[in-house]
């Protein structure tokens, strides 16, 4: 094997020292960061990168003014776009709406999709995010659309289930791609050729999913394929709505403003003027762009990219069975979900099963209580209150690891977890 065809080496410690937030300590406390799932840590060359755009640019981009500044900002706007695009082997930029993140790109396609009398019905599954559920859900409360919620077993999607919600009447079907309560990797490719089957189109939220996976929308099956920047590592606050091209243009704009028309005629009389609307993905992306927001994730993408996909995922499938083989040594605790589907993934939940572990309590000793250093894992209903609500319960644990999380990470979580027991639950 030459040089070129050996697989690519994957040195952990080598890429944490590119995230400052794990080098340095608060407090005399070393950070051990399992809370990848809410955000991903950002390095050092992407804020760099943030950094430098501003104060090296700074200028209105070229939709608006057309001087050199501005053809410079605009440049680098359609470099992230492209970029994105190549990223997730998109056709092309003209696929790539650039949003505030992934609620946003959800309440763009609930709001903008073009359903109508004969096709009015949508398909949310119990394991979506409030920012995908909630805007179905509030679309259903106005009358627009007919909500349907297939439900999950142990954190897996019922496809039998979800083909007899489907029907010829389904305008849209949603499903996550990776829960991020449950962990795993949901079937969204057989949940589309389902819907798809009926006719439906199908939206995918990849916010989890592309913390630790790869995404290629050229066989994923799908129409629209959502996700956030700051979970791969690049800028709060701004993200991704994949579209086919033609999928785009019939959403109807939802945010109108700025940058979204031709032209507006009016013959400066009482007749209502006019909006004359450009084609997408200018259409639908109303308002000054986030310009530094596109430059931070094309550097986060690209940074990605050197990665080694399928070392890296090898090696987080590996942080989840020794965190899972830990947390079975204590019995005060439930895993949800199923260990085989869990390695897939890149997270473990967990509910007490002994009425004196406090979730809460827990959260407060694994910032206080473990010497020299502190963990950051997520306690609570993590934003998807359906999930809560079918499995019956108030609040769940939540270790979650990126590229950058090590083996000695999940050990002393485990740890910390039986240690806490035994304090709390005497065993
Ligand atoms: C599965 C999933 N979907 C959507 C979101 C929402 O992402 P954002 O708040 O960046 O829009 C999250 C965030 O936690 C998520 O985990």
Same mark, same amino acid.
């Given at each position: ?26 407090? @005399? ?12 840590? +950002? ?53 790539? =709406? ?13 709001? @903008? ?11 949310? $599954?119990?394991?979506?995010?409030? %920012? ?34 489907? $029907?010829? +009447?389904?305008?849209?079907? #949603?499903?996550?791609? #990776? ?9 969204? #490719? ?7 089957? +009926?006719?439906?189109? !199908?939206? &995918? ?6 913390? $630790?996976?790869?995404?290629?929308? %050229?066989?994923?099956? !799908? ?7 700051? +979970? ?23 945010? &109108? ?7 507006? $005629? ?43 996909? %399928?070392? =890296?995922?090898?090696?987080?499938? @590996?942080? =989840? ?86 083996? #000695? ?19």
């Amino acid at each position: 094997m030459n040089a070129a065809s050996a697989p690519a080496a994957f040195d952990v410690e080598a890429l944490r020292a590119r995230y400052p937030a794990l080098t340095g300590e608060r407090d @005399g406390r070393r950070l051990v960061y399992l809370d990848s799932a809410c955000t991903a840590l +950002k390095s050092r060359r992407m804020a760099d990168a943030l950094a430098a755009f501003y104060a090296d640019f700074g200028g209105c981009g070229g939709k608006r003014s057309t001087h050199r500044l501005s053809h410079e900002v605009e440049e680098r706007f359609h470099a992230a776009r492209a970029a994105t695009a190549a990223f997730l082997n998109a056709d092309g930029p003209g696929e790539i =709406v650039f949003t505030s993140g992934t609620t946003e790109a959800a309440n763009l396609v609930a709001r @903008g999709f073009p359903y109508d009398d004969a096709r009015r019905g949508v398909v949310i $599954t119990d394991l979506e995010h409030n %920012a995908v559920a909630l805007p179905f859900l509030e679309a259903a409360r106005r009358g627009e659309i007919d909500l349907k919620i297939c439900p999950s077993h142990d954190g897996r999607l019922d496809l039998n289930r979800l083909e007899s919600l489907v $029907t010829d +009447k389904t305008a849209l079907v #949603a499903v996550t791609h #990776a829960s991020n309560v449950m962990g795993g990797v949901a079937p969204a #490719a057989e949940a589309a050729k389902i819907a798809r089957r +009926k006719g439906a189109r !199908v939206f &995918v939220d990849d916010a989890q999913f592309l913390g $630790t996976h790869r995404e290629d929308v %050229a066989t994923l099956g !799908v129409d629209f394929v959502a996700f956030s920047a700051h +979970k791969v590592g690049g800028p709060f606050g701004f993200g991704v709505l994949w579209g086919r091209e033609n999928e785009l243009h019939r959403l109807r704009p939802w945010k &109108v403003g700025g940058g979204t028309v031709k032209d507006v $005629t009016w013959d400066g009389g009482e007749a209502l003027p006019e909006a004359v609307y450009l084609d997408a993905p200018a259409r639908l992306e109303a308002g000054v762009p986030d310009f530094g927001g596109a430059v931070g994730l094309r550097e986060a993408l690209a940074e990605r990219e050197e990665l080694p996909a %399928a070392a =890296v995922r090898a090696h987080v499938a @590996g942080l =989840v069975r020794r965190t899972l083989a830990g947390l079975a040594k204590t019995s005060a605790v439930r895993v949800l979900g199923l260990a085989e589907d869990l390695e897939k993934g890149g997270l473990v939940s967990f509910v007490p099963t002994h009425p004196d572990f406090s979730v809460q309590d827990f959260n407060i000793y694994l910032n206080n209580e473990l010497p020299g250093r502190f963990v950051a894992v997520r306690v609570g209903e993590h934003c998807a209150h359906l999930l809560h609500r079918r499995l019956g319960v108030s609040a769940s644990v939540r270790a979650s690891f990126g590229p950058y999380s090590t083996a #000695a990470e999940t050990d002393l979580y485990a740890d910390a977890v039986a240690s806490y027991a035994r304090e709390a639950c005497g065993g």
